[in-house]
């Protein structure tokens, strides 16, 4: 596809200048600091000027790939140096108020921007930039990764009526209203905007997409399933960050009933996250600790053995963060052709998604003997499994790729600097 031609400002010479700002940002190894570098990168060759003020810390260490360094197709990177308030409690209050204070230096506000662009990592970020856009008269896009202040609210962090809550709510329904665009990760999160107020014709549903290498070693090829000793077993994969919004104990319940029938089942644990050690304290409270694996996070070049080890990988939401969170691991098991169990509320966008692609199946939070039922049949139907594979990596293919996104990427930015978001 021909890069598209930027809209002019000022004169004919100028290129339009759009600031990203996003904490996790190259060289981080996470997942989610990989779609915001593909969105910057795609806009820089597409003939913007690209800057991104990040984090100087990372979530998850690894080393730069100078293959994917977006400074080499022309993007600038400002980093917020680290503060002592990243010790700990990374995303305290303080440590999310450091980086808003910080990244105001690094924007470089004199230079007067065309567009402003963030995703909701800080939070308090959202605010932050919507107040900067406003006062020098430039448009914002959001792209909500989360919904704030609901998920702050699910996660027990705070509660809705209080005087903080309400504030905050106040405040992050301003800032959302006030972006020339809202980027929805799908139409349960696009409900949940409408009912902040955002107009429809502000928000544009653009799905997330898989990262890393796309190949996946199985079998022979596969080192790891010797290493870890699963050759022979039947690997139920939860990979990446397992946290408060997740849903372990249906998973860790079903496993102890399964596996009466099913000795061969393995649940592997690759990641960090808050629910991590509580998880393998309920599988021994459950008595199948030898059934559960947790291992640390790999270098993004281990993927297509980590994820090659999956029979069958694992999604998981509890109630009440349906529409404010969908998780991205499910676009990278899809576009590998690795069929998804999905565990939680099935009014979801994740799972609307496996509906729609028969990539994999929905059991509801709680339906621990259902989902113990369907592990064993899935377990002796590799046909199946293979035919849920297949159907996920087409329907990624014709429906969720990279490009497909960020051409849509490229369309938002381009109608809003032509100021077409103006309603």
Known sequence: MPPLIPHVHNHVNQRPRITFVEEFYYPEGWGGAQIPRDITADLAISGYDVTVVCGEDQYLFVDGDAALDPRTVGVGIRY??????????????????????????????????????????????????????????????????????????????????????????????WAYKRAARVVSLGPKMTNRLRAKG????????????????????????????????????????????????????????????????????????????????????????????????????????????????????????????EGLVVPSKLLGHMARGIPTLYVGPKDSDVAEVISRSSGGIVVGNGEVEILATRLVALASDREQLRRMGDSAARFYTENLAREIGLSRYRSVVKDVLDGRHRS
């Open 80 to 173: 917020v140096p680290r503060s002592r308030f990243s010790d700990g409690n990374r995303k305290g209050v303080l440590a999310q108020l450091w980086f808003c204070a910080a990244s105001m230096w690094r924007i470089d506000c004199w230079r007067r921007p065309s567009l402003f662009i963030c995703q909701t990592n800080p939070p308090l970020m959202i605010i932050a930039l919507a107040l900067v856009a406003c006062v020098l008269g430039r448009p914002l896009i959001i792209i909500a990764q989360d919904i704030y202040p609901e998920v702050m609210v699910a996660h027990g962090m705070l509660r809705n009526r209080s005087v903080t809550g309400t504030l905050l709510g106040i405040l992050f329904r």
């Open 198 to 321: 955002v107009s429809a014709a502000r928000i544009c549903e653009i799905s997330n997409w898989a990262t890393g290498d796309l190949s996946v070693a199985r079998g022979s090829a596969n080192s790891l399933l010797r290493e870890w000793g699963l050759s022979a077993n039947f690997v139920l994969l939860y990979s990446g960050n397992l946290g408060v919004a997740h849903d372990s104990e249906t998973v860790l319940r079903a496993v102890a009933a399964a596996k009466i029938h099913l000795p061969q089942l393995r649940l592997v644990l690759i990641g960090k996250g808050a629910l991590i050690e509580q998880a393998m304290e309920m599988a021994q409270s459950l008595g199948i600790s030898e059934y559960v694996q947790c291992r640390s996070p790999v270098h993004l070049d281990l993927l297509p053995q980590t994820l090659g080890i999956a029979d069958l990988a694992l999604v998981t939401l509890l109630p009440g963060f």
